[in-house]
């Protein structure tokens, strides 16, 4: 079937579907399939595909009108300017994130951090792109999940980094010494509400969703033993629930805090220290 002839079949499968834009990911898809670029698909309409090709094509499409997320379906998204492996039961790397990494390359260009431990490391993108650009800072990531363990060694591989290493732990139960950062973006999500988020999040692992009862249980156990992981007048930072930064607050009464919004002006990212915050 002609490249046209597919791309018009992904409107059929997928306009249904508030969270998809049709032509682009149906682009992707076949840009994927045919290990060709973006550019290469849109300038070769006319092309004849094979039928071996145009029906693993459209049972793709079958699947992702389904809701299976396209980063599964592709096995990489793009973060913070880079490429990164998505593993399937591994958490799929959200745009708000990004927040994350900005707020702790603030937090580095003014203090001096040598070492930073990342509690739930996932598909490992955010020790990954700050390592990229501090390649004097020692990044060790940690997770419960060996499928995120295995993801983020990918992605360590396919960056060549030798300042970043990944084991497991649950929290800190193999953390051996203190950092001058740590960072999480632990699960979050009240228990009751996991089940009436989008269709395409039912096809992430819980592990990485739930954060019990009222979605604290991760902040209070990463909080409750921090002093003994961070160097004196170190940095905790997490990325939190838009409506999460008053009960942390709380739990970080012992702490200076202050906290960032995202670009839809919601509450996104906690820092806490005992020392200065200057961010
Ligand atoms: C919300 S995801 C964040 C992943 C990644 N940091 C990101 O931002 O894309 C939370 C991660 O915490 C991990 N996790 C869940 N429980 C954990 C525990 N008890 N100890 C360590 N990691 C845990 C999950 O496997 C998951 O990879």
Same mark, same amino acid.
């Given at each position: 079937?002609?490249?046209?002839?597919?791309?018009?079949?992904?409107?059929?499968?997928?306009?249904?579907?508030?969270?998809?834009?049709?032509?682009?990911?149906?682009?992707?898809?076949?840009?994927?399939?045919?290990?060709?670029?973006?550019?290469?698909?849109?300038?070769?309409?006319?092309?004849?595909?094979?039928?071996?090709?145009?029906?693993?094509?459209?049972?793709?499409?079958?699947?992702?009108?389904?809701?299976?997320?396209?980063?599964?379906?592709?096995?990489?998204?793009?973060?913070?300017?880079?490429?990164?492996?998505?593993?399937?039961?591994?958490?799929?790397?959200?745009?708000?994130?990004?927040?994350?990494?900005?707020?702790? !390359?603030?937090?580095?260009?003014?203090?001096?951090?040598?070492?930073?431990?990342?509690?739930?490391?996932?598909?490992?993108?955010?020790?990954?792109?700050?390592?990229?650009?501090?390649?004097?800072?020692?990044?060790?990531?940690?997770?419960? !999940?060996?499928?995120?363990?295995?993801?983020?060694?990918?992605?360590?591989?396919?960056?060549?980094?030798?300042?970043?290493?990944?084991?497991? !732990?649950?929290?800190?139960?193999?953390?051996?010494?203190?950092?001058?950062?740590?960072?999480?973006?632990?699960?979050?999500?009240?228990?009751?509400?996991?089940?009436?988020?989008?269709?395409?999040?039912?096809?992430?692992?819980?592990?990485?969703?739930?954060?019990?009862?009222?979605?604290?249980?991760?902040?209070?156990?990463?909080?409750?033993?921090?002093?003994?992981?961070?160097?004196?007048?170190?940095?905790?930072?997490?990325?939190?629930?838009?409506?999460?930064?008053?009960?942390?607050?709380?739990?970080?009464?012992?702490?200076?805090?202050?906290?960032?919004?995202?670009?839809? !002006?919601?509450?996104?990212?906690?820092?806490?220290?005992?020392?200065?915050?200057?961010?």
């Amino acid at each position: 079937m002609e490249i046209k002839k597919l791309l018009e079949k992904a409107i059929y499968y997928l306009n249904d579907s508030e969270y998809t834009n049709p032509y682009y990911e149906a682009r992707l898809i076949l840009s994927g399939l045919l290990d060709k670029d973006l550019s290469y698909i849109i300038s070769h309409e006319d092309e004849n595909l094979s039928e071996n090709i145009s029906n693993k094509y459209l049972d793709i499409l079958k699947k992702r009108s389904d809701g299976w997320p396209l980063a599964y379906i592709l096995g990489e998204t793009e973060f913070y300017g880079n490429k990164f492996y998505v593993d399937e039961g591994v958490l799929i790397p959200r745009r708000d994130t990004e927040i994350s990494v900005e707020t702790i !390359s603030k937090i580095i260009s003014k203090n001096k951090i040598k070492n930073i431990l990342e509690i739930g490391s996932g598909t490992g993108i955010v020790s990954i792109s700050l390592a990229k650009e501090n390649e004097d800072i020692e990044f060790d990531c940690i997770d419960i !999940s060996d499928k995120a363990i295995s993801n983020t060694k990918k992605n360590i591989k396919f960056h060549n980094l030798s300042n970043v290493r990944v084991f497991k !732990s649950d929290i800190y139960s193999n953390v051996c010494k203190k950092y001058d950062l740590i960072y999480s973006n632990p699960p979050y999500i009240k228990r009751e509400e996991i089940s009436k988020l989008q269709k395409e999040i039912s096809y992430e692992p819980i592990t990485a969703l739930d954060g019990g009862v009222d979605g604290l249980i991760f902040y209070r156990r990463i909080i409750k033993d921090l002093d003994e992981y961070l160097s004196k007048n170190g940095f905790l930072v997490l990325e939190i629930g838009y409506d999460q930064k008053e009960d942390i607050y709380q739990l970080l009464s012992n702490y200076n805090h202050s906290c960032i919004k995202d670009l839809s !002006s919601l509450d996104r990212v906690i820092i806490a220290s005992k020392g200065e915050i200057d961010v």
